[in-house]
């Protein structure tokens, strides 16, 4: 049977030149970013409108797609904006647009370039998928709150491609339509522009202001992240054609490690090895990297109680604490020069290595050189040299994994 089921695509989501290096690494087969505006990574980094061919080439060379964010409402005074953004696109070669906008899609279907249509629209049913492909679309990107058995039936009607988020943050709204934060500071959500006010704790003052109340024990708007690696298996015999992570605003280690986890995932299931242990082994893995806890999201039915974060901001059983950096590269030797400028490092540590053009890169520390001395221990402020199998440059920045509850 599995010789029968498409390989699906791994999309990941990229801001500047590390996370699209790291994406590429670590086994990402399509990569989506924004360029400067009219993209919902308005409070992340994007790249310059004038970057956008070389990212594409970038992409092309490495056998790689490159999918285009034009996904925010627009405004009469933008439409010249969204011209010029296409018209790059086309002379780019960008492999998808991805946009919600009526007067965005228009233009993309003028342009004749590759519509995906974003999750912003909450496609959620058959109908709304064939009257965009009916339109024109190659792709959609349906609702999060589309369950498994509804995705199913949806791809057997529709001859379109199916696009679907299996990590990464939630939001409390319709496929993330809010207007919480534009009407309490001014910065819309539907521009990008979110900051994220349903992550906090309320309290609740009675209108006399004799008391108040903290809003129960958990952040009750704010969702966990959702994590599909337990049920990964079922998404791809669904036939869903893209996997999408989300991480607008998350570090190059986080990208490294998830895209990681879901390529390992996506081929292990091909391989016949995913299986229940290996599943545990991965998401121990995710735990690692930032998050506000693991849910299905809307998989297997509506979301509960337990299915909303306890505490603010990240659950993850690690982080990393800048250690130094790359002072150089011996390639025949396959040796790195590190100066610890902030951290001492022991044999068995680990540590990301994280640069422009290197990506990121993790590596456990088996043996250290200072002085031609094999050591145990490398002080803060040494220079030591250790085997790694990786080209890294000058400049690199060189952190220590830290453990939490461990000290060192």
């Not at 709150?145 to 939001?171: D, R, T």
């Not at 009407?183 to 202001?209: L, W």
């Not at 993790?362 to 402020?381: F, L, R, Y």
């Amino acid at each position: 049977m599995k010789n029968k089921i498409k390989k699906p695509e791994l999309l990941a989501p990229v801001g500047n030149w590390t996370m699209l290096r790291t994406a590429v690494k670590n086994g990402a087969n399509a990569v989506y970013f924004g360029v400067e505006k009219l993209n919902m990574r308005a409070r992340a980094k994007n790249f310059l409108l004038d970057e956008m061919e070389e990212v594409t080439r970038f992409c092309h060379n490495a056998g790689v797609d490159a999918h285009l964010t034009l996904n925010t409402i627009v405004y009469e005074n933008e439409l010249a904006d969204v011209d010029e953004i296409l018209r790059r696109a086309k002379y780019a070669g960008i492999d998808m647009v991805i946009a919600w906008d009526f007067a965005v899609i228009q233009k993309i279907l003028e342009y004749d370039l590759p519509l995906c249509v974003s999750t912003q629209a909450s496609i959620s049913n058959s109908g709304s998928a064939k009257f965009f492909e009916e339109l024109g679309a190659k792709r959609i990107v349906l609702a999060r709150e589309c369950a498994l058995e509804q995705i199913k039936e949806i791809k057997q009607k529709v001859n379109l491609e199916i696009e679907a988020f299996v990590h990464g943050a939630m939001c409390v709204a319709v496929s993330g339509r809010c207007f919480m934060s534009h009407y309490a500071f001014g910065h819309s959500a539907n521009r990008g522009d979110c900051i994220q006010p349903c992550r906090r704790e309320y309290e609740i003052i009675d209108t006399e202001g004799n008391a108040s109340f903290i809003l129960g024990e958990d952040y009750v708007m704010s969702p966990k992240d959702l994590m599909t690696v337990e049920f990964l298996d079922e998404l791809i015999e669904a036939g869903i054609d893209a996997f999408k992570i989300e991480g607008r605003k998350r570090s190059p280690e986080y990208l490294a490690k998830v895209v990681s986890v879901y390529r390992q995932a996506i081929d292990d299931y091909f391989e016949n090895k995913l299986n229940a242990e290996k599943k545990q082994r991965l998401v121990s893995e995710l735990e690692k990297v930032y998050n506000r806890g693991f849910s299905a999201g809307f998989y297997f039915g509506r979301p509960g109680a337990e299915d909303f974060a306890t505490q603010r901001g990240s659950v993850a059983t690690t982080r990393k604490r800048y250690a130094g950096k790359v002072l150089n590269y011996f390639k025949k030797a396959g040796v790195a020069h590190v100066k610890l400028e902030a951290e001492e490092l022991k044999l068995g540590d680990k540590i990301y290595i994280i640069g422009e053009t290197t990506g990121t890169l993790e590596w456990q520390i088996n043996s250290m050189v200072i002085d031609e001395q094999s050591v145990e221990t490398a002080p803060k402020g040494s220079e030591i040299t250790f085997k790694f199998n990786e080209i890294v440059r000058q400049n690199d920045k060189v952190y220590k994994i830290v453990e939490l509850g461990k000290s060192t």
